[in-house]
């Protein structure tokens, strides 16, 4: 039990870290999908984050260390279907009842069927699939998962490092099954995916938490390309045989070119080429920058404004790296872009149509994109395409 207890622990550490890591690209998703964040949508989409994570605790972790394992003594496969039954029959004759029912031979039945009921809920009525389908997918996870057991993490380890047991299969499909059953009663109050996904090109007011979530946007997809390319780049380096004992940093300006350039010009390059927006978060959550032009009519901007803008806060950190490459600069020198970063954040709430430091500073204002095709004049609608607020 107290094993159990202790995963159980470990589990939820997983998955809170799981939520935050998933927070942002989940609430974009459903911007791009719903035209807003759904609050019910987002709960299952966070419970469903949190339990594969669990689920994946549960059944992988802990990990061994690969350099005390032995292999000698790996647990046994276990084949023969429906063996539990005999455990059951021989754990009450042993104790009887009701203490046998609380024997670890029968909890852990019961818990490889309570595990998996909440796949079975999530499959029929988040993702809205059928009982079949339901009831399939819980069998092929826990195949999956079962085979890891059963070939050392798919030949991570040399050897197995916990049983694969043939009735862990079929009880956790029985979850799945009764999970299916349940989730029209348990889920009823969750609204459908397309249902909600008709209303995405209705244009909604510009807020102060859209705008900030589209700043978020932007520094997580900096953030996860570059550590892919971090990753892609070591294997590749190690392939070849190129010493990467020092990182990334080993490899001098290919190395920097390849984790930062290439997400600076993904993130902030190309975005502002399209017309539609100064960065790949601000898209995301459909917000643009519109100009007025001389006759004080509504414009994308020229191509030198929107690159400028997209560069207002990303720009002074992208210069420090590079000097940080260049000349090994000091961590102070790092303050500078930071105190940017923090006054751009901090200066949403307070200005016009939420446009922040970098609108501020080239003149722009923010709108949803999904005005932008026709954006009248008259103070009701600019509310709405702007969220307007008389502020700088």
Known sequence: MSTWIAQGQLALVNALIVFVLTFVPIVVWQYRRYGRPHPARLLG?????????????????????????????????????????????????????????????????????????????????????????????????????????????????????????????????????????????????????????????????????????????????????????????????????????GGIASLGWTGFAITVVIPWIVCFVVPPWGGYAASGGQFAVWLTPLWRDAEGQRTHGTLAQRLLRAHVVPGPMMLTLVLDQWLNLDSWANIPWVVVVGVAFVLVPFTRTFRSLSGVLTGCEIVDIRTVDDIPDDPAALALATGSRPAA
């Open 45 to 245: 989409a966070f419970g469903l984050a949190s339990y594969t994570t669990a689920l994946l605790t549960y059944t992988w972790l802990p990990l061994p260390d690969r350099d005390t394992l032995d292999c000698s003594v790996a647990p046994a496969a276990q084949v023969e279907p429906f063996a539990f039954v005999g455990d059951i029959a021989r754990a009450l004759e042993r104790v009887g009842l009701p203490e046998g029912l609380w024997s670890f031979t029968v909890l852990q039945v019961v818990l490889n069927v309570v595990l998996f009921v909440p796949w079975g809920v999530v499959v029929r009525q988040f993702l809205h699939r059928g009982l079949l389908v339901t009831t399939l997918s819980g069998l092929a996870a826990s195949v999956v998962i079962e085979t890891a057991q059963l070939t050392g993490l798919y030949g991570i380890y040399p050897c197995a490092y916990r049983t694969f047991d043939v009735d862990d299969v079929l009880t956790n499909t029985l979850g799945a099954l009764v999970g299916g059953l349940v989730a029209p009663l348990l889920l009823a109050w969750m609204p459908r995916a397309r249902e909600l996904s008709v209303q995405r090109h209705v244009p909604r007011p510009v807020t102060m938490v859209r705008r900030w979530l589209g700043m978020l946007a932007d520094a997580f997809a900096f953030t996860v390309l570059s550590m892919i390319l971090s990753v892609l780049t070591l294997v590749g380096a190690l392939v070849l045989g190129v010493d990467t004992a």
